[in-house]
Nanobody
């Protein structure tokens, strides 16, 4: 079993940057593909980025390509989402998820409580 806790969200102006972290517990962390997804008020959950268990493959939704970077440190059981050039439309609650599928689904086997990101214009 894997438990994940997201952190790093907050309020930032458009054009700014944030780095989200996802700390995972469990000795099998390195076996899971990891992903970030988000949900804005009144909108469906959206897959944002994913990284395979070995970091050999990554996925980004089109709207964040070139701005967001996902990475992981299996030794520390952490996944990061570096978000640059943020836009107001990036405002959402961001969740970290773990699963065996790739990209990680928006309803993964394990996910956390989320961290809110607000981008002001």
């Amino acid at each position: 079993q894997v438990q994940v806790v997201e952190s790093g969200g907050g309020l930032v102006q458009a054009g700014g940057s944030l780095r989200l972290s996802c700390a995972a517990s469990g000795r099998t962390f390195s076996s899971f593909n990891m992903g970030w997804f988000r949900q804005a008020p009144g909108k469906e959950r959206e897959n944002v980025a994913a990284i395979s268990w070995s970091s050999s493959s990554t996925y980004y939704t089109d709207s964040v390509k070139g701005r967001f970077t996902i990475s992981r440190d299996n030794a520390k059981n952490i996944v990061y989402l570096q978000m640059n050039a943020l836009k107001p439309e990036d405002t959402a609650v961001y969740y970290c998820g773990a699963d065996f599928t790739f990209p990680v689904a928006t309803t993964p086997r394990y996910w956390g409580q989320g961290t809110p990101v607000t981008v002001s214009s």
